[in-house]
């Protein structure tokens, strides 16, 4: 089978994945000239469920609870199993203990703890919740290593390609253009970020620090990297971060370690995520489109569950197959 995915973000490359080893022709295009710039690059990378159920949907961590082995799989060493620390300054313990209530695969923790965990925050906080399960990659890292493994499974990439058909008839295109795909009932909800250079902390995992009104990650990378992130503008705007984010953003970061104050602010960045309504992703079919949508603020989490479905969809349901050789007849 041929298949033409639209769209080279976490959700186009997860399903040439899922397609390509159940050995589909899979080409993959994209309106940009390399895999960067996009929603997924501006990712914190992290496979939180449990954390997400916060303010989520009991699907999120149905779908999400077996991400971090879906991607440990298709690029192994890539992700880091370390879990999840969250923790409040103490005038917002109530917001701990608000989180708790609403989530569930943590264990309470007390400062001794904390600062075995973490060396770095000791002192810092008298309590926290260590939600140990959970793991956290690279977003970057591993859309290139995804791609890398495509090519070497002999998926083609075209980029820059627009609206155009690429060479040669596909039995079956994949919508995973996100906001660009235009769904009645998507909106975009802009998501905004920093990176900071710093020798002074250390982290082994994200740190989710809660604020009643503005709760931040603050993930590790390497070479001294921190991604800091949250926010959730309800816009589809795509332009510059505005100082308001940066500053709450960078304040929130110092109230988790001084240190980051003097900080190298290495980057800026925006990404526009598509949600429906009830901010769960959805796999359409129209004929021989099939559509993966609404990854909301999830994509690196649920995008392995979307594509099982989406690949199963088109390779697997005897249905979906009649439909998909009745239009090309």
Same mark, same amino acid.
Request: glycine share 10%; net charge neutral; proline share 5%.
């Given at each position: 089978?041929?298949?033409?995915?639209?769209?080279?973000?976490?959700?186009?490359?997860?399903? @040439?994945?899922?397609?390509?080893?159940?050995?589909?022709?899979?080409?993959?295009?994209?309106?940009?000239?390399?895999?960067?710039?996009?929603?997924?690059?501006?990712?914190?990378?992290?496979?939180?469920?449990?954390? =997400?159920?916060?303010?989520?949907?009991?699907?999120?961590?149905?779908?999400?609870?077996?991400?971090?082995?879906?991607?440990?799989?298709?690029?192994?060493?890539?992700?880091?199993?370390?879990?999840?620390?969250?923790?409040?300054?103490?005038?917002?313990?109530?917001?701990?203990?608000?989180?708790?209530?609403?989530?569930?695969?943590?264990?309470?923790?007390?400062? =001794?703890?904390?600062?075995?965990?973490?060396?770095?925050?000791?002192?810092?906080?008298?309590?926290?919740?260590?939600?140990?399960?959970?793991?956290?990659?690279?977003?970057?890292?591993?859309?290139?290593?995804?791609?890398?493994?495509?090519?070497?499974?002999?998926?083609?990439?075209?980029?820059?390609?627009?609206?155009?058909? @690429?060479?040669?008839?596909?039995?079956?295109?994949?919508?995973?253009?996100?906001?660009?795909?235009?769904?009645?009932?998507?909106?975009?909800?802009?998501?905004?970020?920093?990176?900071?250079?710093?020798?002074?902390?250390?982290?082994?995992?994200?740190?989710?620090?809660?604020?009643?009104?503005?709760?931040?990650?603050?993930?590790?990378?390497?070479?001294?990297?921190? /991604?800091?992130? @949250?926010?959730?503008?309800?816009?589809?705007?795509?332009?510059?971060?505005?100082?308001?984010?940066? /500053?709450?953003?960078?304040?929130?970061?110092? @109230?988790?370690?001084?240190?980051?104050?003097?900080?190298?602010?290495? =980057?800026?960045?925006?990404?526009?995520?598509?949600?429906?309504?009830?901010?769960?992703?959805?796999?359409?079919?129209?004929?021989?489109?099939?559509?993966?949508?609404?990854?909301?603020?999830?994509?690196?989490?649920?995008?392995?569950?979307?594509?099982?479905?989406?690949?199963?969809?088109?390779?697997?349901?005897?249905?979906?197959?009649?439909?998909?050789?009745?239009?090309?007849?």
């Amino acid at each position: 089978m041929k298949v033409l995915i639209r769209g080279a973000g976490v959700a186009g490359l997860t399903l @040439a994945l899922e397609l390509a080893t159940r050995g589909a022709d899979v080409t993959v295009v994209d309106t940009r000239r390399q895999i960067a710039g996009n929603a997924s690059w501006q990712a914190g990378g992290m496979l939180a469920p449990w954390c =997400e159920r916060e303010s989520a949907e009991e699907a999120v961590l149905s779908l999400g609870s077996k991400a971090a082995d879906w991607w440990s799989a298709a690029l192994p060493g890539q992700v880091m199993r370390n879990g999840t620390l969250v923790v409040a300054p103490a005038r917002d313990a109530r917001e701990l203990d608000r989180f708790g209530c609403r989530t569930s695969g943590f264990r309470p923790i007390d400062a =001794e703890a904390i600062a075995t965990l973490e060396p770095d925050l000791e002192g810092r906080f008298g309590r926290a919740l260590f939600f140990a399960e959970e793991a956290h990659l690279d977003p970057r890292k591993a859309l290139l290593g995804l791609q890398e493994k495509l090519v070497g499974m002999g998926v083609r990439f075209e980029f820059g390609y627009g609206t155009v058909q @690429a060479p040669g008839r596909a039995e079956v295109e994949a919508d995973c253009t996100g906001m660009a795909g235009a769904r009645p009932g998507l909106r975009g909800v802009r998501g905004e970020m920093l990176i900071l250079r710093t020798r002074d902390v250390s982290l082994a995992r994200p740190v989710r620090l809660l604020h009643p009104r503005i709760p931040v990650y603050v993930v590790p990378r390497a070479d001294n990297l921190f /991604m800091v992130g @949250a926010t959730m503008i309800e816009s589809a705007d795509a332009g510059p971060i505005t100082a308001r984010s940066v /500053m709450e953003l960078l304040n929130a970061a110092y @109230a988790l370690h001084p240190a980051f104050g003097e900080a190298e602010l290495v =980057e800026t960045g925006v990404g526009v995520r598509p949600a429906f309504a009830d901010n769960l992703p959805r796999v359409e079919r129209d004929g021989n489109t099939i559509r993966i949508n609404g990854l909301y603020r999830h994509g690196f989490l649920l995008a392995p569950a979307m594509a099982r479905q989406a690949a199963d969809m088109i390779l697997d349901n005897p249905t979906a197959r009649e439909l998909i050789h009745e239009a090309h007849r």
